[in-house]
């Protein structure tokens, strides 16, 4: 059956260490991530930082793509030409979505590079990569609850967890890294969870209308206000208030206009355009 | 392994005293003996295995088991292995403690009915569930007594739970559409009535060897069903060992979102609404040519059964479709690949016309679809390596994510 593409966070996926080599000769093999993720396939959405080539005859290429936790490390090897040239053409700053396979380097025994071999790659929206984000959340946390679940057993099995609707795979996996992985922090990836979801929701906050429309007002003050050294924070919302905008709706927008990259804090409590 | 786990693997298989097992299992360890091995000795030397198991008690790793029981079930099958086709014998034991799957990997002559004394046989883990393994090695004698089986109370499972190869289930459902057909079983003629049913998770095909008198918008329970496997998907069967009754209850399926593992490990279904992101287009998408005669898709103007013919021009997706749980095949048609790609066939014929290239119609499709999120509804159909969905619709989807994003959060109290 064709392997499932998980969507697995970096700093879950570098953290793994655990391979299991199927018996048969063309057998999948899986990396066992510490949440048990039982990984043959990904799929990574996230940003492009960048691009290199590091074959001799200028066909092998790598990508780091970086989402809220990590580094994913992507390669596009030889035999698939067609993916090389995508990713070489890419930008860097630039969203992208892959699709692959693990990569396992295992130059000796007990030492794992994990990376991922695209089969196929396309230039993505902000959209995608926050869906893509929800996703891999939604994945982990059920990992979680079900690592949780098994540990609440006397003797965990993958009947136990499938009864509790868990999919196989993820019953699999989850037991696989119970046996493997001493001691693990499930309080880190629970950590790590939370800020891959603030990520979205502190970035991407939809403003209402209201401060959409005190962002034009707020910046016009600040090109008035802000001469060589920048303006005044507090003087800036007192002539908001002025203006008839609220403090609350005054700071929001303010914090909106930062992080578009429109206007930036010279030093603390002072505000000046880019 | 554990001292702990070694010595109640030795208690599982043998009939001794804890103590004295622990006893003799420390001294092999103090004179170093591997656990393993050390484990293994003591179940011989207590004559483990050579107790005759109850069904019930038999466990995953459980080796050189002992055991009667009578075939339920049997199917042949045709599996490869290393390259060679071998025939293997699948089915249902039981005794008065329970049923096991079993799987025979020669043909020991077994027929439904037979009562029969198995020695050496393992169990392994198959699917979460206990599985008995009938080797070259395994010894298996018919016996002249008849073993009463289990009463257990069936299962009760929604339609959506179903599996193939499970037996006494309970489910209830409406009929939702019923026919009388004549079948061969083995040169006799019988009558059997198959048709769709739904409860509130899910459609399912079945089968009933006995005219239940059933009818289209009946409410119903059954109690002792068994689930077999019609083209991939799991299909409810029930004859006259089965209770039928109506229920008046009010049943109906609404689609709803179904997790693709669901879909995968079920082997697919009816009427099946899913969601995922198209990560990738298969090469066979784009402008097709159909044998005007058969329908097949043919190549470079010639059909495998007409030779020569004037194709007709057709449009069409395959593609995966991926929700990070399972993965599935979607074929869109003509009317929703247009859809899909809001342009027509003909614009397409066209394009390709004049860029001389057909390959541009699929460059078009991933270029609108891949890595899209979707949300598809159809009906699977059986193929080896993949389940295959053939869409009744379809259409690309944006979720909200940042509500999501909050429910998540909530959920997880951050």
């Not at chain 1, 609220?246 to 010279?266: F, H, Q, T």
């Not at chain 2, 109370?153 to 193939?164: F, H, Q, T």
């Not at chain 2, 899910?202 to 008198?213: L, N, Y």
Request: proline share 3%; glycine share 8%; with cysteine.
């Amino acid at each position: 059956m064709r392997e499932v593409a998980w969507r697995i966070f970096a700093g879950e996926y570098s953290e793994a260490s655990h391979i299991i080599h199927g018996k048969e000769e063309k057998a999948p093999k899986y990396v066992i991530t510490p949440m048990g993720a039982k990984v043959n396939r990904l799929f990574v959405v996230g940003v492009l930082t960048d691009v290199e080539n590091i074959g001799k005859e200028g066909i092998r290429w790598r990508a780091r793509i970086a989402d809220p936790t990590g580094i994913h490390n992507v390669y596009a090897e030889p035999f698939n030409p067609e993916v090389a040239s995508l990713l070489a053409d890419m930008e860097a700053p630039s969203y992208v979505a892959v699709a692959g396979k693990v990569r396992i380097y295992e130059p000796e025994e007990g030492s794992v590079y994990l990376s991922m071999r695209a089969e196929e790659v396309k230039s993505v929206d902000a959209f995608l990569r926050d869906y893509w984000i929800v996703q891999a959340a939604r994945n982990l946390k059920m990992r979680i609850d079900a690592m949780k679940e098994a540990k609440s057993m006397s003797t965990p099995s993958i009947r136990q967890l499938r009864e509790l609707g868990y999919p196989l795979k993820v019953a699999e996996g989850v037991l696989e890294a119970m046996r493997y992985y001493k001691d693990i922090d499930i309080e880190h990836y629970e950590f790590l969870l939370r800020e891959a979801l603030s990520y979205i929701s502190i970035e991407k906050k939809e403003s209402s209308k209201e401060v959409k429309e005190a962002e034009e007002k707020l910046l016009a003050i600040i090109k008035e206000l802000q001469g060589e050294e920048g303006a005044e924070w507090d003087a800036v919302i007192e002539q908001a208030a002025k203006q008839g905008i609220e403090r609350s709706i005054a700071e929001e927008a303010i914090a909106n206009l930062m992080e578009d990259g429109i206007i930036y804090e010279p030093e603390l409590g002072k505000l000046k355009m880019v | 392994m554990e001292f702990e786990e070694a010595v109640e693997e030795i208690l599982s298989s043998v009939d001794a005293e804890r103590e004295e097992i622990e006893k003799k299992l420390k001294e092999f360890l103090d004179y170093g003996v591997p656990i393993e091995q050390a484990k293994n000795a003591l179940i011989r030397k207590y004559g483990g295995g050579a107790r005759e198991k109850k069904i019930k008690d038999i466990k995953p790793g459980d080796r050189n088991v002992i055991t009667s029981a009578k075939i339920l079930t049997i199917d042949e099958r045709e599996v490869e292995v290393r390259g060679k086709t071998r025939k293997i014998y699948r089915g249902l034991l039981g005794d008065e403690t329970g049923i096991i799957p079993f799987t025979a990997w020669k043909d020991f002559g077994l027929q439904k009915g037979d009562v029969v004394k198995i020695k050496g046989c393992s169990a392994s883990e198959w699917q979460g569930q206990p599985r008995l393994s009938l080797s070259e090695w395994t010894i298996v004698e018919k016996v002249e007594y008849d073993i009463e089986l289990i009463k257990m109370p069936p299962k009760r499972l929604n339609l959506i739970d179903v599996r193939a190869n499970i037996s006494n289930v309970e489910v209830r459902g409406k009929i939702t559409s019923i026919e009388r057909r004549e079948v061969d079983v083995g040169g006799e003629k019988k009558t059997v009535y198959s048709g769709i049913m739904e409860d509130e998770t899910a459609r399912i095909r079945f089968t009933a060897w006995k005219d239940f008198e059933l009818k289209e918008g009946d409410a119903i329970r059954i109690k002792g069903a068994y689930v077999r496997s019609w083209r991939g998907s799991p299909q409810i069967i029930f004859d006259e060992n089965a209770e039928v009754e109506k229920i008046d209850e009010k049943i109906e399926y609404t689609p709803y979102t179904i997790p693709l593992y669901k879909v995968v490990e079920r082997g697919g279904g009816l009427d099946l609404l899913i969601e995922g992101v198209i990560l990738e287009v298969r090469r066979d998408s784009g402008i097709i040519f159909r044998c005007p005669h058969c329908n097949r898709r043919i190549k470079e103007g010639v059909c495998d059964e007409h030779g020569q013919v004037d194709g007709v021009p057709d449009l069409r997706i395959r593609a995966l479709v991926d929700d990070g749980t399972g993965a599935v095949d979607v074929i869109f048609n003509r009317e929703l690949t247009e859809k899909l790609l809001e342009k027509s066939m003909d614009d397409y014929l066209k394009m390709a016309e004049d860029a001389m290239d057909y390959g541009i119609v699929y460059a078009d499709i991933v270029d609108k679809l891949l890595m899209h999120p979707v949300r598809v509804y159809g009906d699977s159909i059986q193929s080896d390596f993949i389940i295959s969905i053939i869409a009744k619709d379809g259409e690309k989807i944006k979720p909200d994510v940042k509500k999501d994003a909050e429910e998540l959060m909530i959920e997880i109290g951050g």
